[in-house]
Structure formats: C-alpha cells, structure tokens
C-alpha cells in the first residue's frame, strides 16, 4: 500500500507538477535529525673528470614512470529515470540519447535524480524502506546511502553550488515544506514554515538563492528565497499553476512548468520573473526542465508520442527530439553539470 500510495503521489507531481498542491499533507514543524548508514629528489649527477683514457658511454636514465591522470567524467551525460522493468529506476544516457545504462535496480521505485556539482554522486528519492527518503550513490550506481532515513517522505533533493548541502521537501510533522541538510544527512534544517505547501528547491548556480514551488497565494507559484529560508518572494504571480523551476547555469534565466496554456508547458523567465516564456509550445504535456552545462539546450519530458519521453531542444525552444523512444515512462531527467 505505501508504494501505491508513493507512485500515486510521483504521477501526480509529474503530471501537473503543482495540482495537488492544495491536496498535499505539507510539511514539518521540527527538523527531524538524520540517522546516518555509511556505511626523492633524485642525486645531482656529478660531472666527471676529464682523463686521457676513453669513457664508457653514459647510460640513458630509465624514465619515471608518470602517476596515470584520472579520466575527467564526461559532463554530456543525463540522468534519468526509467519504468522499463515494472519499477521506476536511475538510467544514464549520453546526451544524444545512446549509451542508456541502468544505474540502480530494485523492487522499489527510485525517482528525481540530482549530480553532485563535481559530478561524483548522484542524490535520489526511493522507497526501498517502505517511504520516500533522500538516498546518495556513486554514478555507476554503487554505494548507495540513506541519508534522511526519516518516517515521513521525503522527494525532489537538489545540491548546494558547493556540494556541502542539499536541499529537498520533506513531508516531516504533516505539512510539506523545504529543508536543507548537510551532503552526509547531518543538520537537517527546515527552511519554509508557511501553512501551504513549499516543495521542489533548485540551487541557484552562485549559491545565495533556492527557488522553489508553492501554493501558499491559492495556487502553485515559482517563488525564491535566501539560502536560509528568508526572504520569500513570489516570481510568477499567474493564476495558473507553476511548477518545476531549473535555474541556468548562469543564473539569469529559470525555467519551469507552467498550465496557463490549458496543458502543462515548458516556460522560461528572467531569474527576478520577468519575460515570460512559453518554449514548448505543444498541444501535449511538457514538463521537469532541465539545462545543459553550456546553457545551451534543455532536456525535458513530454506526452507527444503517446507516453512520457526525455526530449532536448535549443535553449530558445526550437529543435525539440525525442531522445528516450522507449514504450515504457521516461521520466525525471537531469543533465550532468
């Protein structure tokens, strides 16, 4: 019945992004604290003296042998999630869509993958303990780590510019608000505190802002707020819902998920909420934005081919391409940074 319930709550979240704001039970009055499971300099050679009788040749040095340098991770890489085999699991796939490897693959779903800004763990949802809780692995999907080990659910984790931190929702103490721990689950702090619901943080690349979503004026709105909680601020301001903001990697633009257009579409906006901008354009749902490194493109999901896919597109909307073309949900998808 909890995963039920867990993939009922997922679907809803992806399908309107925020039409269940007002439905949701929201978050926590108490920081809950997290139970953790971690698991010679070489001789100067001397110049020898000049003699009559012939030398023997001076032998070549045997090289040293070099400390071999680390492949640099490749950053064309997304993260995705994948219902391929009856669960939701964490897929990779280069970023024109070959090379999908799954990453993590159990009898529970595993949702809303996050990189680590070095590139080095990815966070993710799972209900492998019977709820939602913030999980940490490697990227090739080993070692994973239950960092908020927490009774109440917990979704959508998101990464400090630093890596120190994380911020995610947590349902703690019945009411959805956002929290921020720090990267090994210690010190989870609530930030929002307002009787509505405050879900789905993203970063903003310089570290001083989280934007988030909330229902708190009637609806689902993109708002923003100081790393700490303060501050909270409003960004679109539409009587339609808004939904899942990505910042660019420059911090100048936030795109996210809007319904104004009877479906949900992919918008983007000046980071203060200003120029507004519909880029999908789509008679079908198109949601979860995500940004290149470069800044240059976008990956998101959309309904076009009759079930949910990972597309890319320019940063302008145009070039949209199904990269997944797979018969099962694609979904979630996050670009390396």
Known sequence: MRRILFLLAVAF?????LAACGEEEEAGMASPTATVARTATPAATKTPQATATPQPPTPTPRPTTATPTPTPIPSARIAFVSVRDHYGDIYLMNAD???QTRLTNTPFDDLAPAWSPDRSKIAFVSGSEGNADI???????TDQINLTNNSADDHRPTWSPDGSKIAFGSYE???TDIYAMNADGTGQTRLTSDPGYDDTPAWSPDGSKIAFISDRDGNGEIYVMNADGTTQTNLTNNSA????PAWSPDGSKIAFVSYRDGNTEVYVMDADGTGQLNLTGNPAPDEWPTWSPDGSKMAFISFRDGNWEV???DADGTGQTNLTNNEAVDQSPAWAP
């Open 173 to 175: 103490g019945g009411n």
């Open 13 to 17: 979240a992806l399908a309107l992004g």
């Open 311 to 313: 597309y890319v597109m």
């Open 97 to 99: 869509g070959t090379g």
């Open 135 to 141: 999980y940490v692995m490697n990227t090739d999907g």
């Open 241 to 244: 819902n808004d939904s899942s």
